[in-house]
């Protein structure tokens, strides 16, 4: 079992940064790849970004390549989801989630074993 608990959301203005923490718990941090994944009002659950168990890989949805950077401190057991020149269309909840599969960095959200319950992240125009 891996108990996963983000924080970092809130209300930011279009050009703004935040930075969403998500704290792990229980398995072995270091055993499981992390991803980060968003759902906006009507959508389904979309992939953002991954990072492997030791954190040499890293991959990232589209709108976001360039924006968002990903990282992870398994001393800490904590991974991070830095977001800047933040758009209003990234608007959503923000879940963390784990995985204990051994690829590498996986995109899809019925790779993932495990998850956080979210944080609201709101970016005003």
């Known amino acids: 079992q891996v108990q996963l608990v983000e924080s970092g959301g809130g209300l930011v203005q279009a050009g703004g940064s935040l930075r969403l923490p998500c704290a792990a718990s229980g398995r072995a941090f270091s055993n499981v790849g992390m991803g980060w994944f968003r759902q906006a009002p009507g959508k389904e659950r979309e992939f953002v970004a991954a990072?492997?168990?030791?954190?040499?890989?890293?991959n990232y949805a589209d709108s976001v390549k360039g924006r968002f950077t990903i990282s992870r401190d398994n001393d800490k057991n904590t991974v991070y989801l830095q977001m800047s020149s933040l758009k209003p269309e990234d608007t959503a909840v923000y879940y963390c989630a784990a995985t204990l599969k051994r690829a590498a960095v996986p995109v899809g959200t019925y790779e993932y074993d495990y998850w956080g319950q979210g944080t609201q992240v709101t970016v005003s125009s």
């Open positions: 990072i492997s168990r030791s954190g040499t890989m890293r």
